[in-house]
């Protein structure tokens, strides 16, 4: 082979390589125009705005007269609705469902995990059509990992739902969870893994290794069989579980009704705060300070208070519900940042729009319940690539029926769901 001959064999191969790269860069992405009444950006509502989509990303966002549009541009009117980045659910259990159908023990300890997981599959979905395009599921609560599979199948196509951050098993310590009230003689699982002293830093890295995106912790609990909430976990345990997390660039978040634990979570540099039903004015002051927010599950509270025979509505609140109400309050009045979260599993998936107007009915103003489920969320999790409609983040977005500062019930009305620029069918009526 003389050189000459050579060169021609090396050019050709350059050639097809350069072509099949150029033909794979020339392959039009899809853009959609969405064309709105209007746009919440996750911070400040804009008249009149669209958003242009190409691919999985925003490409460009404003008054729609400025936007061009290509020959290949498929155009969504979308008359009388609201854009808005797609929701994140900060509190869910995708593997849990309604305790008025199933008490949460006979889910833990007789439902198969095949069956829960299956269940979860349309759970997802639900979700998904309901806008929340997000979810911070926080523990599977006696199924082991099935959380890492869930998302990995959501994010292989196999299933259709949610971007998942999954928190896998969860952290208690020995003799502070459920269920309960079995012979001492008999070993029952747990809904959590139990951990502390010389074998918390294992069951940490276990989890990680495992698949865990954040990790949670039962900083309080009912100790005993079925006592009051009390403290678990030690400050120093608490510390070493935060140190051990930030070092895998992980956030810890932590489960805390009672003010001593959320005291001791909030020192020991914990995220987010679950619930804090019995915070004092201190303590939320406290979290303001250390720039912990608060996850507060007013639904869950409400829906199990009607599952004990609550006629909402037609009785008196109990007293559970109209001291979440104070707390709630204190909360937002000492500039805690809240997370829009509401147990979701507790009751029903796909009906997640419950806690956000229940924020409204405790006291938030609208447009900062809808800063919440997006921007506020995006930035506490560390999701810099979502919950704001701006070029070159990720094109998840929810159409609703009307305005939702003026009517906060207007995100129930779902009229179009987008996941990376892929348009889903939204939830039916």
Known sequence: MNIRHFQLIIQSALLIVYGSLLAGYCVAQPVTLLLPDRVFDGETMHNGWAVRVVGERIEAVGPAQSLTVGPNTTRLPLPGTTLLPGLIEGHSHLLLHPYNETPWDDQVLREARSLRVARATVHAEKTLKAGFTTVRDLGTEGADYDDVGLKQAIEQGIIIGPRMIVATRALIATGSYAPKGFSPDITVPQGAEEADGHNLSRAVRTQIGKGADVIKVYADYRWGLMAEARPT??????????????????????????????RRAILAGCTTLEHGDA???????????????????????????????????????????????????????????????????????????????????????????????????????????????????????????????????????????????????????
């Open 279 to 429: 915070g004092t004015p201190e303590i939320f002051a406290l979290m303001k300070t250390k720039n912990v927010a608060l996850c507060p599950t007013l639904a869950a509270g409400d829906a199990v208070s009607q599952y004990r025979g609550w006629k909402k509505g037609q009785e008196p609140e109990p007293e559970r519900i109209k001291q979440k109400r104070i707390t709630f309050k204190q909360a937002v009045d000492a500039g805690v940042r809240i997370c829009a979260g509401g147990d979701v599993g507790v009751f029903a998936h796909g009906d997640n729009a419950r806690e956000l107007l229940m924020m409204v009915d405790y006291g938030m103003t609208p447009l900062a319940v809808l800063r919440s489920a997006t921007s506020v969320n995006a930035d506490v999790f560390a999701l810099p690539d979502r919950g704001r409609i701006l070029p070159g983040l990720l094109a998840d977005l929810v159409a609703v029926q009307g305005d939702p500062t003026q009517d906060i019930t207007a995100l129930k009305r779902v009229k179009l769901v987008m996941k990376g620029g892929v348009v889903i069918s939204p939830a039916s009526p």
């Open 233 to 262: 976990f030690t400050l120093d345990e608490l510390t070493l579980i935060v140190s051990i997390a930030s070092s895998s660039g992980r956030q810890v978040v932590a489960h805390a009704g009672s003010a001593e634990g959320m």
